[in-house]
């Protein structure tokens, strides 16, 4: 696809920590949120496949590692929203 490895590293890193930490517990708050994480992993998995090099790597291999890096903030998210909803209220 020609993108450098700085700029995609550096989308990429950004997409893990604000995909998981800020927006997918967000939308798992929401109602029919779910169904948009579902969507942005998936959409996160061909991204992060068309940053992999086709070069030295089967496409097996790359489209594993894509399915890996989309669930790491999807992984995050879960968890931190776990913790949102165990935390005590303020009342």
């Known amino acids: 696809m020609g ?3 700085k700029l995609s590293g550096s989308i990429t890193i950004v997409l893990l ?7 997918y517990p967000w939308l798992l708050k929401r109602r029919g949120g779910a169904i948009v994480v579902g969507a ?3 959409m996160l ?14 496409s ?11 669930l790491l903030p999807l992984g995050t998210g879960l968890l ?9 209220s303020n009342q």
């Open 80 to 88: 931190v929203s776990y913790f949102q909803k165990k935390k005590p």
């Open 40 to 42: 942005l992993t998936v």
């Open 3 to 5: 993108i450098p490895a």
């Open 45 to 58: 998995t061909g991204l992060f496949y068309l940053f992999d090099d086709p070069r030295g790597v089967e």
């Open 17 to 23: 920590v604000a995909l998981g930490v800020f927006v």
């Open 60 to 70: 097996t291999t790359s489209v594993a590692l894509a399915v890996v890096w989309a």
